[in-house]
């Protein structure tokens, strides 16, 4: 099951050296999740070859302009292809007078519904969920609220594995109850394991998006054991001042979460412009937690590979 | 004197093969004037080269997306870079709302004042000009209340030849009526024509942008003899009716009101999604307007030059 991120935008605010502001595609399934949406993000969903109608789900961490500045591109774009189908938002509800407004002035409106799910008001909970995922919401601790999302497989019952039932003859009604664990006792009173004809289901997999955040060791029992930990990385260690004065993170205190956390992997992204080369952020972070990767526009990432 | 435009997008609404949304890069003399500013501007001005902080008059067409979507990214990154010079907005009023609901749900604010001229009222009048340059609004016939603009240089008076002039002794005081035409009448009584110590001025330049329009001849008197027109042209003919119900133009109707207006050189653009390959567009202006160009992301436009 196809679990990735596709990273459209890796830079802070003040996009630089080709580096879009913030946003990701969550490929789960061939589900896809659109999470943050700065300026451009429809120019590259084109660019990296996205359809924009598998979109129908938008998470937005916080309404800083580099988070969101690209929505009103993508919303007018899915009106003008036609698009009919409702799209969930998940964002401060003020998003939408944002929305609202941007359509007055242009005398328009969009085809189709947009649904909101406001975060306003939400700790930590799920938000999203379908038979194999859910998406749980972090608050982060930002200069304005700001939610971070946890996308989590579910726990599935264990595979069945056919031909091997086949070999003992085991009757259809009892292929619940064997997932679930129960052994089967035949007819001849030979008991046939649970763990004779299923198999232990796929470890679940897991992925963190930690947008703007100060370093904030409430995080970590929020994400404990991640597969793959997206956390903002905003500074290094000579503007470890600048970063806390701006609630944002260096590229160490990125990997100390990831450390406490006991992530198996960790992206680090939202650039500033200050740095045209990544390698000293990258260092940083490798010096604390050393499974750490770059966030670079148009590369993916597995999630639950941990390479 | 520079006389140039930067096309920094050619897209019309929905952005396809690497053209982004209209926006241009006026270059007068090293001023430079920002021409729309659809999703991605500030993106493409790094790309290209030009410094944010060199921009003081944005001029803004309209209030579809594709022709504003950008203009809050660039204002964001202007304060964030530390401007503190007011910023000349050309605009019908309302955008001002839409920057006034994204900044207060950032909580944020501009360090700078954005100064805006309301384009609402106007007709046909100078909006803008310096010793050299003015910038005349032209109301054009779209969907919703719509603008281009035209760059056009003053007339200036002619060029004092000092070395001439030196050899027939002529006093400083007499400079400027040589220049206005006058001759001198030397104390022995000699003339001496202004023709002789004055040069013809340069022939003033002209750039035209007609932004979103519908065939219009109303525009010809507006724009003649201009020396670079740019006309949209989002469809071909095939798609001529599409064209007329949104009040769009094809590239056939532009290079009529380029012939009808008798300017030097047609520009193109604004290009619908449905044409990967422009070459149909351009055949289709050049055999009623041979001397027509396509606008393409990055490219540079001399205005006068005729080529």
Redesign the interface.
């Known amino acids: 099951m196809t679990f990735s991120v596709t990273v459209l935008g890796s830079s802070a605010?003040?996009?630089?050296y080709?580096r879009?502001?913030s946003s990701q595609v969550v490929n789960h399934n061939e589900h896809l999740f659109l999470v943050d949406c700065g300026?451009?993000t429809?120019?590259r969903l084109?660019?990296y070859g996205f359809r924009r109608g598998r979109i129908h789900h938008i998470f937005i961490s916080h309404?800083?302009?580099?988070h969101f500045?690209?929505l009103?591109?993508i919303l007018?774009?899915m009106s003008?292809?036609g698009r009919k189908k409702p799209l969930h938002l998940y964002s401060?509800s003020?998003?939408m007078?944002?929305i609202r407004?941007?359509l007055?002035?242009?005398?328009?409106r969009l085809l189709f519904e947009v649904i909101l799910h406001p975060l306003d008001e939400v700790r930590q909970e799920v938000v999203y969920e379908n038979e194999v995922l859910e998406v749980v919401v972090i608050p982060l601790k930002h200069?304005?609220p700001c939610w971070g999302f946890l996308f989590r497989e579910k726990r599935l019952s264990r595979r069945f594995l056919a031909e091997k039932a086949e070999q003992h003859r085991i009757p259809f009604r009892m292929i619940s109850r064997l997932k679930a664990g129960e052994d089967y006792v035949t007819p001849s009173g030979e008991v046939i394991k649970s763990s004779e004809v299923t198999a232990d289901p796929p470890v679940p997999r897991s992925y963190a998006y930690i947008s703007d955040s100060a370093y904030d060791e409430d995080l970590v029992p929020r994400i404990k054991g991640v597969d793959l930990l997206y956390h903002e990385a905003t500074f290094d260690e000579a503007n470890r001042k600048r970063a806390e004065q701006t609630f944002h993170s260096t590229a160490k205190d990125a990997a100390r979460i990831a450390s406490l956390a006991e992530a198996k992997q960790l992206l680090i992204g939202h650039y500033s412009a200050k740095f045209k080369s990544l390698d000293g952020l990258l260092t940083e972070a490798q010096e604390v937690f050393p499974n750490t990767l770059l966030a670079m526009d148009g590369k993916v990432y597995e999630v639950g590979t941990g390479q």
Do not use: K, N, Y
């Open positions: 605010s003040i996009p630089a080709g879009f502001p300026e451009g429809q120019i084109s660019q309404l800083h302009g580099d500045f690209g009103m591109g007018t774009t003008l292809l401060q003020q998003i007078e944002v407004v941007q007055e002035v242009a005398q328009s200069r304005v």
